[in-house]
């Protein structure tokens, strides 16, 4: 089935460009209660899907044996900006366990933060392995591996300890088959699975309300909820869009973009989970198309509903700051 159109972009009146996607909304027994365009297509949730990947983390005693607060475990689950606190914080996680970033097999990009990379270029420094948008999440998975004796090295590995942990973690939460049928790798060397868009939503659900989960499961889920809704900035950064919709509603929301136009969030109030993807690609498509989805999520708060309904419909800027258009949810999404 071709996917609705959800956004289009308008410069002046016009549309220039406009973006197909699917949403599903599902409770924590798997029931949809939103369905939007195809949501049994599998995708790659990438970057979405950190706070299920760092259960093992909480659930194996390293998070507690290492000291971590609510700022760490939010890293661990963050797709951040490389800005200095991000950097700082991922060099601490693997201090606690007697590493340095040399521990990392995520490889090194500049800081996705401008003001970083200038900061870093101006300083004559390169960027590090610290930099690079998960160190946080591979920060957490060699912690880890230390503290459960495991040897760390070649932890990116499909088959390394590892890896199994987090693919039981995930088929166990989403209930959708991970194995090299449906595996791929991500850009930062790790494994990742396409599974259906209901899946996810399902899984989220299940995270924010823990059930259908083991107690210790429910319970690290819980606590890893509200280390990255007490902690926004380690989740993301100073210029990403989630920041102002989780700051929105403060231990509210929870939200997690990945790439390539996906989303995942949970309200853990109502016990529902969220995906969704632009089937473009387009992040600003995405961004839009998610807050629209929590507006009409949260309509009986109305101050809030209309804080993020505005928050979908940004405007479109010049070089020189003047408003030349707008993003807009359209279709199924209007409203």
Excluded at 1 to 24: K, T, Y
Excluded at 158 to 186: C, L
Excluded at 215 to 243: H, I, N, T, Y
Excluded at 263 to 286: F, H
Aim: aromatic residues 4%.
């Amino acid at each position: 089935m071709s996917n609705p159109i959800l956004v289009e972009i308008l410069r002046g009146d016009r549309i220039e460009s406009a973006h197909r996607g699917a949403v599903a909304v599902c409770d924590e027994a798997g029931k949809l209660l939103v369905e939007i365009g195809d949501v049994s297509q599998a995708v790659f949730p990438r970057s979405a899907v950190k706070s299920i990947q760092a259960l093992p983390l909480v659930e194996s005693g390293a998070a507690d044996a290492f000291g971590f607060d609510d700022r760490k475990l939010a890293l661990a689950c963050a797709s951040h900006r490389g800005e200095t606190a991000h950097a700082e914080l991922a060099a601490e996680m693997l201090a606690a366990a007697g590493h340095e970033e040399s521990a990392l097999e995520c490889g090194a990009h500049w800081p996705f933060n401008q003001d970083a990379t200038v900061e870093l270029a101006r300083s004559g420094r390169t960027p590090s392995q610290l930099h690079n948008n998960c160190s946080g999440k591979h920060s957490g998975f060699v912690c880890t591996c230390t503290h459960l004796k495991l040897d760390h090295r070649g932890y990116v590995g499909f088959d390394h300890p590892m890896q199994g942990f987090i693919r039981e973690a995930m088929q166990n939460v989403t209930g959708a088959v991970h194995d090299s049928g449906n595996s791929a790798i991500d850009g930062c060397s790790i494994p990742t699975h396409a599974i259906p868009i209901n899946s996810l939503a399902f899984g989220f659900a299940r995270m924010a309300t823990g059930k259908g989960l083991s107690p210790d499961r429910a319970k690290a889920a819980k606590r890893l909820f509200a280390a990255c809704m007490a902690e926004p900035f380690f989740v993301s950064g100073s210029d990403v869009a989630d920041l102002p919709l989780v700051r929105a509603a403060p231990g509210r929301i929870f939200l997690k973009s990945g790439a390539e136009g996906v989303y995942c969030a949970a309200l853990p109030e109502l016990g529902l989970g969220i995906a969704l993807k632009c089937d473009d690609g387009a992040g600003r498509a995405g961004e839009a198309m998610v807050a629209a989805v929590l507006a009409r999520l949260l309509a009986s708060d109305a101050a809030l509903s209309a804080t993020l309904a505005d928050m979908a419909r940004p405007v479109v800027p010049s070089r020189r700051g003047v408003s030349v258009g707008r993003i807009q949810p359209t279709g199924p999404l209007a409203g």
